[in-house]
């Protein structure tokens, strides 16, 4: 009996070492262009991004990022997989300020895939974290054809 | 079971009564003797101890007989007894004047009388609780978790503190890996126990450096009995997973010389999750069949020992080799991709990626008694091998592949050496002095298409003296001092294909170089104090308390100060900080138990307070690597640690038993601003074990000690979690179970069935390697062990 009293109390004190001030909420990321409809490519298209960021205290910062995904199987050696000489894997990303504030939203204009891109699937990488470091990210899938290929 | 139903049936034709007769051994210190032989003449029915020295012996008929206790080391006690009821017989057997039998045993006694509380596992614990891993075995133990990646991989976690932060050691020689790797397991084979010592709580003095949450030390240290040859087999069989597993172990002893060896293996599929998708980042990623595919492993294992008995010493020499290969979900490696966990058409291949890990060992433990005290010498090498194989991939485009061994992605080759001595003196009077040094030299290779780890070498040498000064019967007091200086010498690794690909990315040259530099060359000493005060008091029978004070550290990883670049685990940039000192921590622990007949109770509060605790903290910056996301740097903040273990084991009558353990740990960063006082990573969830046994059969012939038990394993949500970590629901899981001794196919076969996650709960361990990925544990478990002696 004794026992379990001073167990009832030890438990109550460590319980109560609250620590509601930290921040472990990560922000949530909602990628509205390409929109999912709008997620194929040809060589030399341009395109829009953009992104909707909310945090439950403030965001601080983003990136966006685009790479090459091979045949979504692997990422077998580059040097090999490029089918013409002077095809290139398109990588490439942004990154920039957040307002802190709870939402925000970033946009890029005019993205375009390069004449000489490699085709296939490329993974479209959105990441964002807040004032506190929490950070999130969300991948979608995007995909290039050489230029004249119709689907 | 139809020979159950016959021997049922024979014990009711015979319908005579009978009786059990329980007790327990002890030694004229009143110390526990575990694995004392219990024999009844003339019936011959015979038992033997436990890890409490407790025994039981039923099926007995009224009537008159002789018991026979015997320990190796100790006059055999024979006595007439008298048997018309259920009854009970507390043996206290007195010590031999030193001979050989005395060497034989010398030191294989744990002393549980010190003033850091310690349980003892037995072989009989690892045989009813074995669950795929040494340290998964462990996870009834109040303030002992497992961190578990797949199957047959995890290490421990002691009262929140894992990776570097606790020691694991066989016959004392600590046991070196990649310990600091989230996806690193013991290499430990789970049917090689043959006792095995957890201390939860600091030991800066026994091991020095890493032993901050407490120590784990298997004792392959038993002398067979003079004159003898035996053996067991055992077998193991698991539905989650298909595991097959067979160890056969033999000793034998003329004289003064004796062996023991054993070799094992294990074979497992792709074990079973009660999901069909996993979703991470966003992505559904099918399970085919509940199947997690690529998780199928295999382990060979192999032990020899032999030893020799001298009039004034003893001394042994152990090999044994570790290896185990095992496949990675494909899913958590990398952004998600549903084409590489399509079904393959196997469940029992291992596909890329997959690691591989080899461990040998050579252990020389010897023991010289003087007249003045025991000398203990222990020399080891170690050779730890691990890799990953993944079919190669690269983010650069200018990488080839390697022509040898292309989709080899890491290859570290750790060897370590090690010399300790101390002396433990004897012949005070109420002192217990005991001082000595240990060296560990290690060296650290690393190769393959990736890099994450640097090439190190590294030296310690650790000094200590310590006491245990026996005031009265009742109170004993500890001190320990330790000092170890170290070495740290990192090599630097600079990527000339990064830096190119940053360079043709239009990147600064400066800025190029931080990225390329994937390690630094260091060259750091440290020296570190550790020291303890304890107190050791037993008042009467029924009570006794612990208390500690006092300081231990751990030496920063080579990972910790020197490296750069992505984890290809955690899918982190993770950055090395030359200039990290030892993690120091303060710590204060008390238990107190309390004993009567048919009741124990335990409860262990401690507090930590750390000067410097070293994780990974993110850093508000991107990182350019690509899939990297921000920088995680190694730092060290002010920390404070504190938890409590509870645990309570009943008679409720003279059949049923109950056992009951509940932990809970609460830490966090110290910081002057309250918006910094993040919880730590890694921090088990408020759980426990509850489980109910109940003796049944009892009077049957060709079955003994048979109980049938039902256990529940429970954790609450951990929502106080470091930031990038994933809250985790808590759960409740069930299983049951049945043990037995058998007189089939020989005596004292023993047979344990046993179910695990019996409702195919979906729960997830916030412990787990996979946690982070969404993986859930594995879902139902039925296994069987087997093992026959001969």
Same mark, same amino acid.
């Given at each position: 009996m004794k026992n379990t009293l001073i167990l009832a109390a030890l438990v109550l004190f460590f319980v109560s070492c609250n620590d509601d001030d930290v921040d472990t909420t990560k922000p949530t990321i909602e990628i509205i262009k390409p929109a999912e409809d709008a997620r194929h490519f040809h060589q030399g298209d341009t395109f829009d991004f953009e992104a909707l960021f909310t945090d439950n205290v403030a965001l601080k910062s983003y990136m966006v990022e685009i790479h090459y995904n091979g045949d979504g199987h692997d990422h077998t050696a580059a040097v090999k997989s490029t089918t013409e000489d002077d095809h290139v894997e398109w990588e490439q990303s942004w990154s920039g300020d957040l307002t802190e504030a709870k939402e925000d939203r970033a946009a890029i204009s005019g993205i375009e895939v390069p004449a000489n891109a490699e085709p296939g699937e490329y993974h479209l990488g959105v990441y964002c974290f807040d004032t506190a470091g929490n950070e999130s990210q969300v991948f979608i899938d995007i995909e290039v054809e050489e230029e004249g290929h119709e689907h | 079971m139809l020979l159950l139903c016959m021997s049922i049936s024979i014990a009711n034709a015979l319908g005579q009564k009978s009786y059990t007769l329980t007790g327990s051994v002890v030694d004229d210190k009143n110390i526990v003797l575990t694995g004392a032989a219990v024999v009844i003449h003339p019936v011959e029915a015979g038992t033997v101890s436990d890890y409490n020295g407790n025994f039981e012996i039923d099926n007995l008929l009224a009537g008159t007989y002789t018991l026979e206790v015997s320990f190796i080391g100790h006059h055999t006690l024979t006595d007439t007894i008298t048997i018309s009821k259920n009854s009970t017989y507390h043996a206290r057997l007195k010590c031999t004047p030193r001979h050989l039998k005395e060497i034989a045993i010398k030191g294989n006694r744990i002393d549980t009388s010190k003033s850091r509380k310690n349980e003892v596992v037995s072989t009989e614990f690892m045989m009813q609780n074995l669950n795929g891993t040494f340290i998964k075995s462990l996870e009834r133990l109040p303030g002992v978790n497992s961190m578990d990646i797949g199957a047959n991989a995890s290490k421990p976690v002691i009262r929140g503190m894992g990776f570097n932060r606790v020691v694991v050691s066989e016959n004392g020689i600590k046991q070196e890996g990649q310990q600091w790797g989230a996806d690193h397991g013991l290499e430990i084979d789970p049917f090689n126990i043959e006792t095995a010592e957890i201390v939860k709580g600091a030991s800066g003095i026994e091991y020095g450096s890493d032993a901050i949450g407490g120590y784990i030390n298997i004792n392959n240290d038993l002398v067979?009995?003079?004159?003898?040859?035996?053996? #067991?087999?055992?077998?193991?069989?698991?539905?989650?997973? +298909?595991?097959? +597993?067979?160890?056969?172990?033999?000793?034998?002893?003329?004289?003064? !010389?004796?062996?023991? &060896?054993?070799?094992?293996?294990?074979?497992? &599929?792709?074990?079973?999750?009660? #999901?069909?998708?996993?979703?991470?980042? !966003?992505?559904?990623?099918?399970?085919?069949?509940?199947?997690?595919?690529? #998780?199928?492993?295999k382990e060979y294992d192999a032990y020899l020992q032999y030893g020799y008995l001298g009039k004034t010493y003893k001394t042994s020499l152990t090999l044994s080799n570790v290896y185990q290969k095992s496949g990675f979900f494909p899913g958590a490696h990398g952004v998600p991709d549903i084409d590489r966990v399509q079904h393959d058409g196997s469940y029992r291949n291992i596909d890329y990626p997959h690691q591989l890990a080899n461990h040998s060992k050579v252990l020389s433990n010897s023991k010289f008694f003087l007249s003045s005290g025991v000398l203990l010498v222990d020399l080891a090498y170690q050779y730890n091998l691990r890799q990953e194989h993944s079919l190669f991939h690269t983010h650069y485009a200018n990488q080839p592949a390697p022509e040898k061994d292309p989709n080899l992605e890491f290859d570290f080759r750790l060897s370590t050496y090690i010399a300790n001595a101390k002396y433990r003196v004897t012949a005070l009077n109420n002192h217990k002095v005991e001082f000595g040094f240990q060296n560990q030299y290690r060296t650290n290779t690393s190769a393959g298409y990736n890099f994450l780890l640097p090439e190190y070498n590294s030296y310690a040498l650790g000094l200590f003296v310590k006491d245990e000064y026996q005031l009265s019967d009742k109170l004993t007091f500890e001190a320990g001092?330790?000092?170890?200086?170290?070495?740290?010498? #990192?090599?630097?690794?600079?990527?000339?294909?990064?830096?190119?690909?940053?360079?043709?990315?239009?990147?600064?040259?400066?800025?190029?170089?931080?990225?390329?530099?994937?390690?630094?060359?260091?060259?750091? !000493?440290? &020296?570190?104090?550790? @020291?303890?005060?304890?107190?050791?008091?037993?008042?009467?029978? !029924? @009570?006794?308390?612990?208390?500690?004070? +006092?300081?231990?550290?751990?030496?920063?990883?080579?990972?910790?100060?020197?490296?750069?670049?992505?984890?290809?685990?955690?899918?982190?940039?993770?950055? +090395?900080?030359?200039?990290?000192?030892?993690?120091? &921590?303060?710590?204060?622990?008390?238990?107190?138990?309390?004993?009567?007949?048919?009741?124990?109770?335990?409860?262990?509060?401690?507090?930590?307070?750390?000067?410097?605790?070293?994780?990974?903290?993110?850093?508000?910056?991107?990182?350019?690597?690509?899939?990297?996301?921000?920088?995680?740097?190694?730092?060290?903040?002010?920390?404070?640690?504190?938890?409590?273990?509870?645990?309570?084991?009943?008679?409720l009558n003279s059949r049923m038993n109950a056992d009951f353990t509940l932990e809970y740990v609460y830490n966090r960063q110290v910081s002057e601003e309250s918006s910094q006082r993040y919880p730590l990573p890694f921090t088990p969830p408020l759980n426990g074990f509850v489980e109910l046994d109940y003796s049944i059969f009892k009077g049957l012939s060709g079955l003994s000690n048979t109980k049938v038990f039902v256990n529940t394993r429970f954790a609450s949500s951990q929502n106080r979690v470091a930031r990038n970590e994933e809250s985790t629901d808590g759960y409740i899981i069930f299983g049951a179970g049945l043990s037995t001794k058998l007189s089939w196919p020989s005596q004292n076969s023993e047979l344990v069935l046993q179910g695990f996650n019996l409702l195919n709960k979906r729960f997830y361990n916030h412990m787990s390697f996979y946690r982070q990925v969404e993986i859930p544990e594995q879902g139902r478990n039925i296994q069987i062990m087997f093992k026959v002696p001969f």
């Open positions: - | 067979p009995e003079e004159h003898s040859f035996s053996g #067991t087999a055992s077998l193991l069989g698991k539905s989650v997973n +298909g595991t097959i +597993g067979a160890s056969a172990y033999l000793q034998g002893r003329g004289e003064n !010389n004796y062996f023991k &060896g054993r070799i094992s293996a294990l074979d497992f &599929g792709d074990y079973r999750v009660p #999901t069909d998708e996993i979703v991470y980042l !966003n992505r559904r990623i099918p399970v085919y069949n509940q199947r997690l595919k690529n #998780t199928a492993g001092l330790r000092y170890d200086a170290s070495n740290l010498h #990192t090599e630097a690794y600079f990527d000339p294909i990064l830096y190119d690909y940053f360079i043709s990315s239009g990147m600064s040259t400066d800025e190029a170089t931080f990225y390329a530099q994937r390690s630094s060359q260091i060259n750091k !000493n440290y &020296g570190d104090i550790s @020291w303890l005060l304890g107190l050791f008091y037993q008042p009467n029978k !029924n @009570w006794i308390a612990r208390f500690n004070i +006092g300081k231990a550290f751990r030496m920063p990883t080579a990972i910790e100060l020197a490296s750069n670049g992505v984890h290809h685990g955690s899918f982190r940039h993770e950055l +090395g900080d030359p200039d990290l000192d030892s993690e120091r &921590g303060y710590y204060v622990d008390a238990n107190a138990e309390f004993n009567i007949e048919g009741l124990a109770i335990g409860l262990s509060p401690y507090f930590y307070y750390f000067s410097n605790y070293l994780f990974l903290q993110p850093s508000g910056e991107w990182s350019q690597l690509p899939h990297a996301g921000q920088i995680y740097k190694y730092s060290q903040s002010e920390a404070i640690l504190m938890g409590i273990e509870f645990m309570a084991r009943k008679k």
